[in-house]
C-alpha cells in the first residue's frame, strides 16, 4: 500500500544550519523508490521551497510540493501548478496599512522576489534564511503587479507584538485572510481558507490514496492542522510543546539528527 508522506521544512526535514542531512535524503530516496510519495510541504515561497527540492532530486513520479502554507500545490514530476489560491490585491493594501500603523515590519512576494518597503533588520534576518532576492522598495505596492499567495509581518524580538497585532485584526481578516504563527517571528497571512491540511486533502483526493495512508511531520503551529489531519500525525523531538501535544508520535531524533529518516523506517518502509 502506498503511503504519502509530507514533510514541514524549516525545523523538521532542514537542519539548523538549512541543510538535508544524508540520513534524511537516503531515506526519502528509499521511500520514493519503493513507490511510496513525497511532499514538502512548507510556508516558504514556492521558489525557495522547489530549490530545495531539486537539489534533493525530487522530481519523479510522486514528487510535490505544497508552500505558501497550502495556497500553491506543484507536482515536479510534470512540472504543472495543481493549485493557486491568492490574497486580494485591496487585502494586500490593507495589511500594508495596517502593520505600518503598528510599527511593524512587513513583505510579501512576486516572482521568487521579497517586497517590502524598506531594507530592515527584519528583512536581512529572513533572507539570511531563505536565500531570497530581496527587493525593498517605497513603492512596493506598484512594483506588486500580481495578487501574491502570502504575506508575512515579522518582529525578531518582541513576538507579543505580533500577537496583539493578529487580535486586533481579527475582526476584519475574517472572510479575508487567515494569520497563523509559523514561528515566534513570524505571523504568516494566507488566503481564507488555506492551510497546510487543505492540501493533505487536496493531494490524497487527487491521488486516490486513503486518508489513513498519509504521514505529515512537523514542527510549529502552522503545522498542526496538517499533523491532526494525517493518519499519522509526526512532531519532531525539537517541536513546539502544543505541536508534540497534538501529534500521534513524537520523534526520538530532533531536525538535527535524521528526524525524517526515523519516520520512514518506522511507518512507511516497515
Known amino acids: 500500500m502506498s503511503k504519502i508522506i509530507f514533510s514541514d521544512l524549516d525545523g523538521t526535514l532542514l537542519t539548523s544550519k538549512k541543510h538535508v542531512s544524508e540520513g534524511d535524503r537516503e531515506a526519502i530516496r528509499r521511500a520514493t523508490r519503493a513507490g511510496h510519495s513525497f511532499v514538502i510541504a512548507t510556508g516558504r515561497p514556492f521558489e525557495s521551497a522547489k530549490r530545495i527540492s531539486d537539489s534533493l ?17 506543484y507536482d515536479c514530476y510534470r512540472k504543472e501548478v495543481l493549485l493557486h489560491r491568492t490574497l486580494a490585491r485591496s487585502v494586500v493594501e490593507e495589511l500594508f496599512a495596517r502593520a505600518d500603523a503598528a510599527g511593524l515590519y512587513i513583505q510579501t512576494y512576486q516572482n521568487g522576489e521579497i517586497l517590502t518597503k524598506a531594507d530592515t533588520e527584519e528583512l536581512e534576518w529572513y533572507v539570511s534564511r531563505t536565500n531570497l532576492t530581496p527587493v525593498p522598495r517605497a513603492d512596493v505596492l506598484d512594483y506588486l503587479t500580481t495578487e501574491p499567495s502570502k504575506m508575512i509581518v515579522i518582529s525578531i524580538h518582541e513576538h507579543d507584538r505580533l500577537e496583539q497585532f493578529r487580535t486586533q485584526n481579527e475582526e476584519w481578516s475574517h472572510g479575508k485572510c487567515r494569520m497563523i504563527f509559523s514561528s515566534p517571528q513570524y505571523l504568516e497571512i494566507v488566503p481564507d481558507g488555506v492551510s497546510k491540511q487543505m492540501g493533505i486533502h487536496f493531494l490524497a483526493d487527487k491521488l486516490g490514496v486513503d486518508p489513513a495512508d498519509t504521514i505529515a511531520v512537523g514542527d510549529e503551529m502552522n503545522d498542526c492542522e496538517m499533523i491532526e489531519a494525517a493518519g499519522i500525525g509526526v512532531a519532531v523531538n525539537n517541536a513546539n510543546p502544543r505541536v ?3 501529534a500521534d508520535y513524537v520523534t526520538t531524533a530532533t531536525n538535527n539528527e535524521d528526524a525524517i529518516a526515523e519516520v520512514i523506517n518506522r511507518f512507511v518502509l516497515v
Do not use: M, T
Open 57 to 73: 532530486g525530487l522530481n519523479e513520479e510522486g514528487c510535490y510540493i505544497i508552500s505558501y502554507n497550502g495556497a500553491h500545490v
Open 244 to 246: 508534540k501535544e497534538i
